[in-house]
């Protein structure tokens, strides 16, 4: 797949009302701090088109990336991490099940977790989460750059283990400093975006 161009279009925030896309959505969700604005950056090829932070939790809106007028990029508000009140947390967690619960268009999701660190209970959770409401989500492995490469099968494994991950589900290493694993994710995207009776 070729980026040719990508625009923020839609932002909701937790009273907005969800659009009614016509187009397909792939959704990302992920700790706050785990590199999802990092991630979409370099799957777009673009410095800052989701504006990266020092800040843990910037992300507090639910925000549709209009990508080569073919599909929304649909990055979900970062969890977990973020120092805001419980009372806004639960605020973006029914932000997020409306959302899964409401999109007609939602194809796949991505969940990012950090490859050097066991899965949190907010990973997990957010895990069991997406899998109850009926989809089956790609594990981004991210910051894969920050361990030797003779790690990342190790800690791999451990990613499947602590999220106790089905054999088929699929884990991706990544990272956003040298792009790899970008092109395996853009391929994964496109034949979700395929007609269905191609696949």
């Not at 932000?95 to 268009?105: A, D, F, P, T």
């Not at 054999?167 to 092109?183: C, H, L, M, N």
Request: glycine share 6%; with cysteine; charged share 25%.
């Amino acid at each position: 797949m070729i980026i040719k161009n990508a625009e923020l279009e839609i932002v909701c925030g937790i009273t907005s009302k969800l659009p009614e896309n016509e187009l397909p959505e792939i959704a990302f969700a992920g700790k706050s701090n785990v590199g999802k604005s990092s991630l979409i950056n370099a799957l777009m090829n673009r410095k800052s088109l989701a504006r990266t932070s020092g800040q843990p939790g910037k992300t507090q809106t639910i925000n549709f990336y209009n990508v080569n007028k073919e599909f929304y990029l649909v990055d979900l508000p970062g969890y977990g991490y973020a120092k805001v009140s419980i009372e806004i947390k639960e605020k973006w967690g029914k932000m997020i099940e409306r959302y899964l619960k409401s999109s007609k268009q939602l194809k796949l999701i991505f969940l990012l977790i950090d490859i050097r660190h066991e899965p949190s209970q907010n990973d997990k959770s957010m895990y069991d989460w997406i899998v109850y409401n009926g989809y089956e989500p790609v594990i981004i492995a991210t910051k894969m750059d920050k361990l030797k490469r003779s790690q990342v099968p190790k800690h791999v494994k451990m990613l499947r283990t602590g999220l106790d991950l089905a054999k088929e589900t699929t884990v991706i290493p990544f990272s956003a400093e040298t792009k790899q694993g970008r092109d395996e994710i853009l391929d994964l995207v496109e034949s979700y975006l395929a007609p269905e009776e191609v696949q």
